[in-house]
């Protein structure tokens, strides 16, 4: 039985704490939520300089050919210090994609400045509230143009570059498209977490192309969804553990009543029952990068897994976390709302816990039916 | 990672599964003995060849096994349906407690048949007064001449009517506070003054006793541990509790959820189809899925050779109540039929309902959910104990309500 990271990720894991604790501190985290940036540029010049935006792109293309299981470790950090950085939109997303779907010029074109972190992506799926069913994306290619609407996008205005789930006569497409250019119009849009930008992009025949040289599979987009699926719960993971890492010092610290409010059991059980599902997340994660990584045909139910395991944690930890802090919980001032917003905005990105719970299902029902 | 037995694991396995497919009693007068005299032939069986106890020292009956070699055969012999509950509070629990505590001679005398099954051992803790608060026991011993003699009422106690020895924790100083009061014996469970009841649950089944003492008279080269150091002993006992129970949750898993959400309808379609029914079911595969993977973590930690983390204490807060929960809402599925418990009648022969009504005892037992979760928030989290309005008391002092 080997289940757990090897010592030089644990390394990775220790050197990726200690530059996040050092660059990424709350106050970073403040500045951008407080502020009217949508990110803090300078510190994704230094996560690029580190290398973490090349993890997983091969070294052909300019990255550094490493596993996914950097890429979670990497990805539970970015969590822990709720980062105010596009590496979900940019890495899990869409450089997954382009490396899943492009064609070799697209590869070549787009990876390396993607691995260096001198271009940022992001991806434009969703259109409108709801459930988002691909059949029904009204953003169509047509020849190399691009036309629709997409809202809420992350990211896009930082982003240089846009994959753009849309329809053409071929079928469903994953379309590149270059951001900074005539026909694409981006309009902020306020979200309960402005420590992320997001924008609502207007595409009017816009310069576009498909990825790949042939029509896209829906169930191959769906892998490439399951492997962001894991990452996502990684970051998440992160999140919960620093929630619940905040409302233990503060139950330790706050008094009423003459004693810590970290004695009374009203207290100890809400912590502990956050301690249960950050664990239960934590294990089906290592399930889920298990998956990814070793390329295993239980990814869509381990995915899914992780996925679910994740939200319910994250949000769980965050909410009791204010709780936990009383009255100074619901303050601008204190940090919790961090936490708060971080865990539901990551829980919302490719489809929230319903759509994971159905998945998980569908997924299990047909491994069943395969085994 | 990956899921792979390393190369030493691996020939461990095959050694232990070669044994077991030559060994394992299959044949039809073996299951004509009862459960008790099937799970003690198996044993000696095992105790004889030097697979009973793998991981105690040769001189006790084991081979000293390392932890990884323990869990491999616990999965290999898992493959064949063998009783093996009886001795698992005497081998897990009472054991370690011997082997820590217990003198060369008494060691030499009681755990090599602890280990062939010959002798079965069961656990004298809990009192009608003192559940949770184990240490507000009351049973007394008292000095009579060279020895002493015990006088009092324990509950719950699993297997003592089967059981020839019985570890016990009693009070030989009520004029001190509660935990120093408290000495450790061990009791010869067919001794004039010991009377078993058995107490009927609310399945209808007995698996637990009340055992009464009566003017016992126990020698005093039967107590562990100093006169007012019985504390110190129960807590080597309960600390092997957690990992003699954990364990399973029986039949009661996603498999048959989703067996029976798929033959039940609802309005005409499945309804495994249905969107509250896939949303529960996923949610106890996230629980289930994350307690085995949580196993898989800690057996990497035995097989690199250190200790698996606090992760582990989990296992029965969510095991529990996720049984009590899957059960209630299967059962809530299949409509006023899931009132039927007559095997012949009921779907999947009353496995559900015989989940609901033993769930409650399995919150229980072993420490409550709410003591569970106490322990995570203090052990692991490092959170105060709640203030003791017992403490520094003399334990006649203590008010009893």
């Given at each position: 039985m080997n289940f757990e990271f090897s010592e030089e990720q644990q390394l990775l894991r220790e050197q990726a704490r200690g530059f996040l604790t050092e660059y990424c501190s709350t106050s970073v985290v403040r500045a951008v939520l407080d502020g009217?940036?949508?990110?803090d540029a300078s510190l994704w010049k230094k996560v690029a300089e580190m290398g973490w935006t090349a993890t997983v792109i091969p070294e052909a293309y300019g990255?550094?050919?490493?596993s996914y299981y950097e890429l979670a470790i990497l990805a539970e950090e970015m969590g822990r210090s709720a980062a105010p950085l596009p590496f979900s939109s940019s890495i899990y997303l869409a450089s997954e994609a382009i490396r899943h779907f492009g064609n070799e010029s697209q590869k070549s074109e787009w990876l390396p400045k993607l691995a260096s972190g001198e271009c940022v992506a992001t991806l434009a799926m969703v259109e409108r509230a709801g459930r988002l069913v691909l059949d029904q994306l009204e953003t169509r290619r047509v020849d190399s143009q691009i036309t629709g609407y997409k809202v809420p996008v992350a990211d896009a205005s930082v982003a240089d570059v846009a994959v753009v789930l849309a329809r053409s006569d071929q079928g469903l497409e994953a379309c590149l498209v270059p951001?900074?250019?005539?026909g694409v119009s981006i309009a902020p849009v306020l979200t309960f977490d402005t420590s992320r930008g997001h924008s609502a992009v207007t595409f009017d025949r816009a310069g576009a192309q498909a990825l790949g040289d042939a029509p896209l599979n829906p169930a191959d987009w769906e892998r490439v969804i399951d492997g962001a699926a894991v990452l996502f719960a990684w970051e998440q993971l992160g999140v919960a553990e620093s929630a619940l890492i905040q409302a233990r010092d503060y139950a330790l610290q706050r008094f009423a009543f003459g004693r810590a409010?970290?004695?009374y059991q009203a207290i100890k059980h809400k912590l502990a029952n956050m301690y249960v599902k950050n664990t239960l997340a934590r294990s089906n994660a290592y399930y889920g990068v298990w998956a990814l990584a070793e390329g295993s045909d239980e990814l869509p139910l381990a995915a899914a897994t992780a996925r679910v395991a994740a939200i319910q944690a994250s949000t769980y930890a965050a909410e009791e976390n204010i709780q936990t802090h009383?009255?100074?919980?619901?303050?601008?001032?204190?940090?919790?709302h961090f936490y708060y917003r971080r865990a539901k905005l990551l829980s919302l990105a490719i489809g929230g816990e319903a759509v994971w719970q159905d998945r998980l299902v569908s997924a299990l029902t047909e491994q069943t039916v395969a085994a | 990672m990956d899921f792979n037995d390393t190369s030493e694991e691996a020939r461990f396995r095959q050694e232990a599964a070669a044994w077991l497919a030559e060994n394992a009693p299959t044949d039809q007068t073996f299951r004509a003995l009862s459960p008790l005299e099937q799970a003690k032939r198996w044993q000696k069986c095992k105790y004889d060849a030097g697979w009973?106890?793998?991981?105690?020292?040769p001189e006790f009956?084991?081979?000293?096994?390392?932890p990884i070699e323990e869990v491999i055969w616990r999965q290999e012999e898992g493959r064949y349906d063998l009783p093996s509950t009886f001795f698992l509070i005497g081998q897990g629990m009472i054991a370690p407690t011997l082997m820590a505590w217990a003198n060369d001679e008494d060691k030499a005398r009681y755990l090599p048949p602890l280990a062939s099954g010959e002798e079965v051992w069961c656990q004298l803790f809990s009192e009608p007064a003192g559940?949770?608060?184990?240490?507000?026991?009351?049973?007394r011993a008292d000095r009579d001449g060279d020895g002493w003699v015990i006088n009092g009422q324990k509950i719950w106690t699993s297997g003592a009517h089967f059981s020839d020895y019985g570890v016990i924790v009693v009070r030989t100083?009520?004029?001190?506070?509660k935990h120093k009061g408290l000495s450790y014996f061990y009791v010869d469970?067919?001794?004039?003054g010991v009377e078993i009841k058995p107490i009927k649950q609310l399945t209808g089944d007995s698996d637990f006793n009340e055992v009464y003492f009566t003017d016992v008279k126990v020698a005093?080269?039967?107590?562990?541990?100093?006169?007012?150091q019985g504390w110190q002993v129960a807590l080597t006992t309960l600390m092997n509790e957690r990992a003699a129970i954990g364990g399973g949750f029986g039949q009661m898993d996603v498999s048959l959820a989703l067996s029976v959400a798929d033959k039940l309808e609802i309005d005409g379609r499945p309804?495994?189809?249905?969107g509250a029914v896939r949303a529960r079911i996923a949610d106890w595969y996230v629980q289930e899925s994350g307690l085995k993977y949580t196993g898989y973590r800690s057996l990497t930690a035995l097989s690199r050779g250190s200790l698996p983390g606090?992760?582990?204490?989990i296992g029965k807060l969510v095991g529990a109540p996720k049984m009590q929960a899957m059960a209630s809402f299967l059962i809530d599925l299949l409509?006023?039929?899931?009132?039927?418990?007559?095997e012949k009648l009921?779907?999947?022969?009353g496995i559900i309902q015989r989940a609901y009504m033993g769930a409650p005892g399995l919150r229980i037992a072993g420490g409550t959910d709410e003591i569970m979760a106490n322990i995570i928030a203090e052990r692991v989290l490092g959170l105060p104990q709640e203030p003791r309005?017992?403490?520094?008391?003399p334990f006649s002092e203590v008010p009893t309500g």
């Open positions: 009217d940036e949508d990110w990255g550094l050919g490493l951001i900074k250019q005539e409010i970290g004695s009383g009255g100074m919980g619901f303050t601008w001032e204190f940090d919790c | 009973a106890c793998i991981g105690w020292a009956g084991g081979r000293a096994a390392s559940g949770s608060d184990l240490a507000a026991l009351r049973t100083d009520p004029s001190v506070p469970m067919k001794a004039p005093d080269s039967q107590r562990l541990g100093e006169v007012g309804a495994l189809e249905n606090p992760e582990n204490s409509g006023a039929s899931g009132a039927i418990a007559d009921a779907v999947q022969a309005l017992d403490k520094g008391i």
